[in-house]
């Protein structure tokens, strides 16, 4: 039987703000040599058939960085990244191209065989992929584990939650293969949230799922375990079969209503929120799987001839849906 989670998610902390000039390094300090920690990059660079420009420590980590130039087909996106956005690249190429110059370096790592990826540069690499690009400036990182850094790097271009929980499960399922008996919640904060991965899964599953009328939910009965990323992947994947299940129960609750013509752009977030069980407890709520089994058989017995249009006028805000 699983442990039970410990390591609870966290809201991303806000810096406090800092006395100015007082943190990182000053300039003269950030210039340095390719020694021993930058060679295997350098070298790596040259094998690919690209050209180191220069190397340096970031101003305020410290840490050493390559910018160099490479081949663009020796740079690939990392494989647990989001989908690409047809609209926004095309748009990038455009801009790209109309100014005649390409001044933003994707963000690269070494790849675990040859080659880099790029865990944040997907839609600039393909906009000069478009633009019949040579080559492409890159800002190389030694370390690979930066590239599950992705939702927090990756600024370009917003994540909506079906993208985010996309990614998650991605990089989930690699750490599974690399490190399948370290504790999950060890990768907390590569994986942001755990209810990001039941999500995942269902929309791997189902691509068109309305996950965001659910994600409040999971988010309050959902923690890291302290298991291995191996077994709360298994038990990620139960809650997500009983999430599509609550979902179906929700879609037959949902196209009642709209037969007695009740009209809404929120019923499913109406319907949730009528069966959410989590409405009525204070302080810890119940296991995840028994939420979700509850809310699936207050959905199975939703009466829509009790409601009323009037009754879908209260605050329903939109939920941050998948589109």
Not at 3 to 20: D, F, I, N, Q
Not at 211 to 230: N, T
Not at 299 to 306: E, G, S, T, V
Request: with cysteine.
């Amino acid at each position: 039987m699983a442990k039970k989670a410990t390591s609870k998610t966290r809201k991303t902390r806000v810096p406090r703000k800092r006395k100015p000039q007082t943190a990182g390094l000053e300039p003269r300090d950030c210039r340095v040599e390719i020694g021993a920690e930058l060679a295997p990059v350098a070298g790596r660079v040259q094998q690919e058939g690209g050209v180191v420009l220069a190397a340096y420590r970031d101003p305020l980590g410290g840490h050493p960085l390559v910018l160099a130039v490479l081949p663009i087909d020796r740079i690939q996106p990392t494989p647990f990244q989001r989908d690409l956005s047809e609209a926004h690249h095309k748009r990038l190429a455009g801009v790209i191209e109309k100014t005649g110059r390409f001044l933003d370096p994707v963000i690269a790592v070494p790849a675990p065989a040859d080659g880099f990826w790029t865990p944040n540069g997907l839609h600039r690499l393909e906009a000069m992929r478009r633009l019949g690009a040579r080559s492409i400036t890159a800002l190389i990182l030694p370390e690979r584990e930066v590239a599950r850094q992705i939702l927090a790097l990756n600024t370009e271009k917003a994540h909506n939650l079906k993208e985010r929980s996309l990614e998650v499960i991605r990089i989930s399922r690699g750490l599974v293969e690399e490190s399948p008996n370290q504790p999950e919640s060890s990768f907390a904060f590569y994986l942001e949230d755990p209810s990001l991965v039941t999500l995942g899964i269902a929309y791997e599953q189902k691509p068109k799922f309305g996950g965001g009328a659910y994600h409040p939910v999971l988010r309050r009965v959902e923690a890291f375990s302290d298991d291995s990323i191996r077994s709360a992947m298994k038990v990620h994947e139960r809650r997500a079969a009983l999430l599509l299940e609550l979902e179906e129960k929700v879609a037959e609750a949902v196209a009642k209503l709209k037969e007695r013509g009740l009209q809404s752009p929120y019923l499913r977030a109406f319907v949730v929120a009528r069966i959410n069980p989590l409405r009525w407890i204070q302080g810890e709520p119940p296991p995840a799987e028994k939420v979700l089994e509850t809310m699936r058989d207050r959905a199975a017995r939703f009466n829509a001839d009790k409601i009323k249009q009037q009754d879908l006028a209260g605050g329903f805000a939109p939920v941050a849906d998948e589109e």
